[in-house]
């Protein structure tokens, strides 16, 4: 064998490890692939015979363990009674004492190997179930007495629920084994031997079983075999020298703690470089195909800008047309619209002057009553003369009996003069009274002239009260006129914003007319339409009125 010779197995019933892969310089170029089979299925082939011996074991294991377990917790059940009554339970429950301790036990084990069967085992439901088991061994073996003072009979009394708990632990570490293996997470155990013999290397096994998934410890001996092999193939390879090896010819003794075999780390420079070009071919092709979705997009946009921009001119053309269109209707509303409120602002200056009229009107009835106050008052005055005048008279009559009486003892003279007072008197009195009858004359005539103006001023009032609710009656029609110019503005600047098309327009401006006469489509002459849209057929007015009756019914209201 030369240094380049991979080195053998020392074992002829060993597998032979194939040779290093081209990457190291180990000759031969193959792979180092393991041929490694299961030295458990070698070492246990399926016999018959041994299927039977199996079948009787397990039968015999059934039989005895319940057995075992029936005795033990009959046993068990009549102490545990004996001991609750000494406690003092009740005749009653000392019976359900031992049935719930017992019980207990096989609930926690059942529902343990339960869960391990869900692969969600629960270590809480063993230690519980170990602990009543404590419990109901101290329980048995406490029911004699001192436990110190006679042992063997207290253990035998405490021996069968621990024979119990053995054969259960037994089921259970089967049951296990068997879920693992259906499941195919079986792990070997180490042998024993194995820690005695090399308690330093051992532990290092164990960590990569462990840490790695390698549940057969035949295989990981292999593992050790073949890595020691590959090492002392290497050093003499290298004369002893490991240190001048490569990196990739060392791989095996670095990755090996890593759970790696011999072949998979002299493969794994090349499995590496394989990926990674084909990383670098998956992303070159991702690339192109970036680039021929980012072309084929590019052209998908010059596609649908030219066609954006072939709408954008046509839409164009048409906007233009219709905003011409609607120019000129809406110019034509706006002068409908300035017509009318011409037409408002000449009604509102009509309504002032009408106010201003009544205004005036009843500053005269004022004057008037104030007119016929005053005649009143001189009236009355004139009366109040003509009364003191007739008291006067009276008292001119009293004076010239007075002097008829005294006649006889006055002297001629006086009686002279008093005659000519007295008829200077008379005389006053009959001017007085004929300035009193002349100021009633005057302020008779005053009153029939403030009975004239009172009359006058009521006839003016009343014309200037009919003018008035002729200026309100044009004052609300000039309202109406501007709320309908108002309208039809908000309607124009609506249909201008939906960018209606002129018959639309048309046919809600007769819609708007039917409104106005109370919304009645009949009660609209073609006339009124023909001259309001300057249409000169009869037939086409019709088909206004008719389209716009039903633009009405549809539920069309200017806002």
């Given at each position: 064998?030369?240094?380049?010779?991979?080195?053998?197995?020392?074992?002829?019933?060993?597998?032979?490890?194939?040779?290093?892969?081209?990457?190291?310089?180990?000759?031969?170029?193959?792979?180092?692939?393991?041929?490694?089979?299961?030295?458990?299925?070698?070492?246990?082939?399926?016999?018959?015979?041994?299927?039977?011996?199996?079948?009787?074991?397990?039968?015999?294991?059934?039989?005895?363990?319940?057995?075992?377990?029936?005795?033990?917790?009959?046993?068990?059940?009549?102490?545990?009674?004996?001991?609750?009554l000494s406690w003092g339970f009740s005749p009653r429950l000392a019976d359900w004492f031992p049935v719930g301790?017992?019980?207990?036990?096989?609930?926690?084990?059942?529902?343990?190997?339960?869960?391990?069967?869900?692969?969600?085992?629960?270590?809480?439901?063993?230690?519980?179930?170990?602990t009543m088991t404590a419990a109901t061994i101290w329980f048995n073996a406490s029911s004699q007495g001192d436990?110190?003072?006679?042992?063997?009979?207290?253990?035998?009394?405490?021996?069968?629920?621990?024979?119990?708990?053995?054969?259960?632990?037994?089921?259970?570490?089967?049951?296990?084994?068997?879920?693992?293996?259906?499941?195919?997470?079986?792990?070997?155990?180490?042998?024993?031997?194995?820690?005695?013999?090399?308690?330093?290397?051992?532990?290092?096994?164990?960590?990569?079983?462990?840490?790695?998934?390698?549940?057969?410890?035949?295989?990981?001996?292999?593992?050790?075999?073949?890595?020691?092999?590959?090492?002392?193939?290497?050093?003499?390879?290298?004369?002893?020298?490991?240190?001048?090896?490569?990196?990739?010819?060392?791989?095996?003794?670095?990755?090996?703690?890593?759970?790696?075999?011999?072949?998979?780390?002299?493969?794994?420079?090349?499995?590496?470089?394989?990926?990674?070009?084909?990383?670098?071919?998956?992303?070159?092709?991702?690339?192109?195909?970036?680039?021929?979705?980012?072309?084929?997009?590019?052209?998908?946009?010059?596609?649908?800008?030219?066609?954006?921009?072939?709408?954008?001119?046509?839409?164009?053309?048409?906007?233009?047309?219709?905003?011409?269109?609607?120019?000129?209707?809406?110019?034509?509303?706006?002068?409908?619209?300035?017509?009318?409120?011409?037409?408002?602002?000449?009604?509102?200056?009509?309504?002032?002057?009408?106010?201003?009229?009544?205004?005036?009107?009843?500053?005269?009835?004022?004057?008037?009553?104030?007119?016929?106050?005053?005649?009143?008052?001189?009236?009355?005055?004139?009366?109040?003369?003509?009364?003191?005048?007739?008291?006067?008279?009276?008292?001119?009559?009293?004076?010239?009996?007075?002097?008829?009486?005294?006649?006889?003892?006055?002297?001629?003279?006086?009686?002279?003069?008093?005659?000519?007072?007295?008829?200077?008197?008379?005389?006053?009195?009959?001017?007085?009274?004929?300035?009193?009858?002349?100021?009633?004359?005057?302020?008779?005539?005053?009153?029939?002239?403030?009975?004239?103006?009172?009359?006058?001023?009521?006839?003016?009032?009343?014309?200037?009260?009919?003018?008035?609710?002729?200026?309100?009656?044009?004052?609300?029609?000039?309202?109406?006129?501007?709320?309908?110019a108002e309208i039809e503005r908000r309607a124009v600047e609506l249909e201008d914003a939906a960018r209606l098309?002129?018959?639309?327009?048309?046919?809600?401006?007769?819609?708007?007319?039917?409104?106005?006469?109370?919304?009645?489509?009949?009660?609209?002459?073609?006339?009124?339409?023909?001259?309001?849209?300057?249409?000169?057929?009869?037939?086409?007015?019709?088909?206004?009125?008719?389209?716009?009756?039903?633009?009405?019914?549809?539920?069309?209201?200017?806002?």
């Open positions: 064998m030369t240094i380049t010779d991979l080195p053998q197995q020392a074992a002829l019933t060993t597998p032979v490890s194939a040779p290093p892969t081209a990457v190291s310089d180990a000759p031969g170029g193959a792979s180092w692939t393991p041929e490694f089979v299961s030295e458990t299925d070698n070492r246990n082939p399926a016999r018959p015979g041994r299927d039977r011996l199996m079948l009787v074991l397990s039968a015999v294991a059934a039989i005895g363990g319940t057995l075992v377990g029936v005795i033990g917790f009959a046993m068990s059940y009549s102490t545990l009674a004996e001991v609750a301790v017992d019980a207990s036990i096989i609930a926690f084990l059942a529902l343990d190997l339960y869960l391990i069967r869900k692969d969600t085992p629960w270590p809480l439901l063993r230690a519980a179930a170990h436990i110190g003072a006679d042992p063997v009979r207290s253990a035998s009394h405490g021996v069968m629920p621990l024979l119990f708990v053995i054969g259960v632990e037994a089921a259970r570490k089967l049951f296990i084994k068997k879920v693992q293996l259906e499941a195919g997470t079986a792990t070997d155990r180490i042998p024993l031997h194995r820690w005695v013999l090399s308690p330093l290397g051992t532990p290092r096994i164990y960590r990569r079983m462990r840490l790695y998934g390698v549940t057969s410890y035949p295989e990981m001996t292999r593992r050790e075999r073949d890595l020691k092999g590959y090492e002392q193939w290497l050093r003499r390879k290298h004369h002893g020298d490991l240190d001048a090896a490569s990196e990739d010819e060392r791989l095996p003794m670095t990755m090996a703690a890593y759970g790696y075999t011999v072949a998979e780390a002299l493969a794994l420079p090349e499995r590496q470089e394989r990926e990674a070009r084909e990383r670098e071919e998956e992303a070159g092709r991702r690339r192109l195909e970036a680039q021929t979705r980012q072309e084929q997009a590019q052209a998908r946009a010059d596609v649908e800008r030219l066609r954006s921009e072939g709408m954008v001119e046509a839409a164009r053309a048409q906007v233009e047309a219709e905003t011409g269109q609607a120019r000129a209707h809406a110019r034509a509303q706006v002068s409908a619209a300035e017509r009318a409120a011409e037409q408002e602002e000449a009604a509102m200056e009509t309504a002032l002057l009408a106010e201003a009229r009544a205004r005036k009107a009843a500053a005269d009835e004022a004057t008037a009553k104030a007119r016929e106050a005053t005649a009143a008052a001189d009236l009355r005055a004139a009366d109040l003369e003509r009364q003191a005048a007739e008291k006067r008279k009276l008292a001119a009559d009293a004076d010239r009996a007075a002097a008829a009486e005294t006649l006889a003892v006055e002297t001629a003279t006086i009686a002279e003069a008093r005659k000519r007072a007295a008829e200077a008197d008379k005389a006053a009195a009959e001017t007085e009274r004929a300035a009193a009858e002349t100021r009633r004359l005057a302020a008779e005539a005053d009153r029939l002239a403030a009975q004239e103006n009172e009359c006058q001023a009521t006839a003016d009032a009343n014309t200037q009260a009919a003018r008035k609710r002729e200026a309100e009656t044009e004052f609300a029609a000039a309202e109406r006129h501007l709320a309908a098309t002129p018959r639309q327009r048309a046919v809600r401006r007769v819609a708007r007319m039917i409104l106005a006469v109370d919304g009645l489509a009949d009660r609209l002459p073609l006339a009124a339409i023909q001259s309001e849209l300057g249409v000169t057929s009869a037939g086409t007015a019709s088909e206004y009125r008719q389209e716009a009756a039903d633009l009405l019914a549809g539920g069309y209201r200017p806002e």
